[in-house]
């Protein structure tokens, strides 16, 4: 180790309780940003097709009350069903708003509409608030990072929070729909009516998105591992069937959507995601300094 790097260059002597106290303020700035996304969701949505700035301005206040979190869900999330409904030719069909499709989201109780709407708003606050609870929590450790640590941090860190974004993206558009069309085709199959209750749908919807988001960590995970001297290719590459049988199994286990299909979709994604981690861990243990 060189003479810069025998203590964090950003270190600095602070009693425990001020540590906490900063550790706080850090956590309360990510709050602010969670709490003020959650806020602007449930503003009323514009006309956001007006080309008048005025109009748009003014339907804040003179328009039905159309929160911007059901705008989302019904422009965003909703039409993602529709859509797969569509792919899947069923002669149970029954009418959805204007359309007939073989699908439906009802609500059991009485405030399972409102609910759904904070549930999927606090979601969506938090995916907004992510990044920023990475860096809160970064420029905190960032003292007692040594230079090759604050290396590794920057490196993996954000490499790991783009990977989780882009997981979250491929379940939102092709494994959700994905397992829609596979539930909406068995449906159809036995000549059952498809309905999904609010509380399903968002815990389903939620699950699948998370799921996607931390499989696509496997390669991170693969290099993080790699780099500490936990693991060496040589060994990935031995253990590979024994891994692949663990994770197959761990799927089944966990999977939001446990159907034989839907097991395999994942499975196939996780080989793949597999070989690239076990391809970065190749590049990273040449560059390793063997003793």
């Known amino acids: 180790m060189s003479e810069g790097e025998n203590k964090p260059p950003f270190d600095r002597e602070l009693p425990f309780w001020e540590h906490i106290r900063e550790l706080g303020v850090r956590l309360r700035r990510a709050l602010i940003v969670f709490a003020i996304v959650f806020a602007a969701l449930w503003l009323p949505m514009p006309g956001v097709h007006s080309n008048n700035i005025v109009q748009i301005a003014i339907g804040f206040f003179t ?53 759904f709407s904070v549930e999927l708003s606090m979601v969506i606050a938090l995916l907004v608030t992510i990044p920023v609870l990475i860096y809160e929590v970064y420029q905190y450790v960032k003292p007692a990072l040594y230079p090759h640590e604050l290396r590794a941090v920057r490196r993996y860190v954000w490499i790991a929070t783009v990977l989780f974004y882009i997981g979250m993206f491929i379940g939102y558009y092709f494994v959700f729909p994905a397992f829609l069309r596979i539930s909406l085709f068995w449906s159809c199959l036995f000549g059952f009516v498809h309905l999904l209750t609010t509380s399903g749908f968002l815990d389903t919807f939620i699950a699948t998105l998370l799921f996607a988001g931390f499989l696509f960590e496997t390669p991170v995970i693969m290099a993080l591992l790699t780099q500490v001297g936990f693991v060496t290719p040589d060994m990935l590459s031995r253990n590979r069937p024994y891994i692949y049988f663990g994770v197959l199994v761990a799927i089944a286990i966990v999977n939001p959507d446990p159907t034989l299909i839907s097991t395999l979709l994942w499975f196939i994604m996780f080989i793949v995601l597999f070989e690239a981690g076990y391809a970065w861990s190749r590049s990273i243990y040449k560059g390793i300094p063997k003793v």
């Not at 002669?91 to 059991?108: L, R, V």
Request: charge should be positive.
């Open 63 to 115: 328009m039905e009350y159309n929160p911007i979190i059901a705008y989302i869900f019904k422009s965003y999330i909703l039409n993602q069903v529709i859509s797969s409904a569509k792919s899947v030719s069923c002669a149970s069909n029954y009418i959805i708003g204007n359309s007939t499709q073989p699908i439906g989201i009802i609500s059991t109780t009485v405030l399972g509409p409102f609910v």
